[in-house]
């Protein structure tokens, strides 16, 4: 049954690819459904599925395959997926802290950084316009 499947794929690979205009093509060979027949034959599917592609086939047998999975190779991937949250987890919490100080939220350094700058600017303009002005006055009043 397989080489029955392997050389009915072979063939409709070889006559799709190249139309019509190659020798000993005939209609039956560019027809999926007759590689779609010969698939659900080896897989031993229901034959409902004759109508489908051969990627509904597939992901049919895929779904049927995934009971035979024992527990150790369950907790195996199970423990695999937990390590990989945790380390995508660590990740987006230092993309976040970096993104953060990329745009300058309010809770990053640089906003905290940028406010004690903004500080000291303003403390010594009005320091500036304080002393100006005692200067004005004691010049011009007395």
Known sequence: MINDFN???????????????????T??????ATVN????????????FNSGSLYEVS?????STNT???HTQAETQYNELKSKHKDIMKMRGELDAKLKELHVTDDSF???????FDGTVYTSLIW????????????RHL
């Open 110 to 116: 640089a906003y905290e950084q940028k406010r004690v």
């Open 68 to 70: 035979n999975v024992n």
């Open 27 to 32: 209609d039956a060979d560019q027809d999926i």
């Open 128 to 139: 500036t316009v304080l002393g100006t002005s005692i200067l004005f006055f004691a010049f």
């Open 7 to 25: 050389s009915k794929y072979a063939r409709y690979i070889f006559c799709s690819n190249g139309g019509t205009t190659l020798k000993n093509c």
């Open 37 to 48: 027949e010969a698939y659900v034959k080896i897989a031993g599917i229901e034959s409902d």
């Open 59 to 63: 992901s049919r047998i895929g779904d």
